[in-house]
Nanobody
């Protein structure tokens, strides 16, 4: 079982950057596909980015490609989301999540794939 804790959210202006971190407990972090999702008020939880066990496979939502970068440090049990050129439409609660399914099932964009979730961190981008 894993416990996830996000940090790094905040209030920024459009064009600014933020780096979110997600620290995982336990010794099996390197066995999880990790994902970032976000949920704006009144909207569904949407896929943002995912990274495979070793970090060799990465995917992003079209809306964040070229602006966001996901990475992981298995030695530190941490996954990161570097967010650059932030826009007001990026405003949401951001969640990290862990999946035990193989990357190659191609389900990493589906939130139902993930079994462990953090509590979320608020990101607010003002115009």
């Amino acid at each position: 079982q894993a416990q996830l804790a996000e940090s790094g959210g905040g209030l920024v202006q459009a064009g600014d950057s933020l780096r979110l971190s997600c620290a995982a407990s336990g010794r099996t972090f390197r066995s999880y596909v990790m994902g970032w999702f976000r949920q704006a008020p009144g909207k569904e939880r949407d896929f943002v980015a995912a990274i495979s066990l070793s970090g060799s496979n990465i995917d992003y939502a079209d809306s964040v490609k070229g602006r966001f970068t996901i990475s992981r440090d298995n030695a530190k049990n941490t996954v990161y989301l570097q967010m650059n050129s932030l826009k007001p439409e990026d405003t949401a609660v951001y969640y990290c999540a862990a999946s035990v399914q193989s990357w190659y099932t191609d389900n990493y964009k589906d939130s139902r794939t993930y079994v462990y979730w953090g509590q979320g961190t608020q990101v607010t981008v003002s115009s």
